[in-house]
């Protein structure tokens, strides 16, 4: 009990000065928050490279997933369908370049990859 009043008098006789004498003590000033950059790099995780277990097809690519890959042989064959069908390339350019199917599979990783396949 008796902490608590000394404390109080001792804030009254702080308050009571700073009035009077138009000082505000830095024990009186409101606290300032200060914000702290985080280190970003340390929270990273490392990723390490993975050496695929089965070679990449002649799409050149990798995809995350099969529907991804079906996506992208769709819509390379149908830009050739538009080329041909808009006059920029012959009926029988379009039947020589144009992949008439395809074939999938996938790493270990979970990536899949695949052939085009042309007549």
Do not use: Q
């Not at 009043?5 to 308050?15: K, R």
């Amino acid at each position: 009990m008796k902490k608590c009043l000394s404390i109080i008098m001792a804030l009254i006789v702080l308050f009571s000065a700073s009035v009077n004498s138009g000082v505000i003590p830095a024990s009186a000033k409101m606290p300032v928050t200060i914000a702290a950059n985080v280190n970003t790099k340390a929270h990273k995780v490392k990723k390490h490279k993975h050496k695929h277990n089965v070679p990449k097809g002649n799409m050149g690519k990798w995809f995350k997933s099969r529907k991804a890959l079906k996506k992208h042989v769709n819509k390379v064959m149908k830009c050739w369908a538009d080329k041909e069908e808009c006059g920029e390339i012959t009926r029988e350019e379009y039947y020589k370049k144009c992949p008439c199917g395809y074939e999938a599979w996938s790493c270990s990783c979970g990536k899949w990859t695949g052939n085009f396949k042309y007549d």
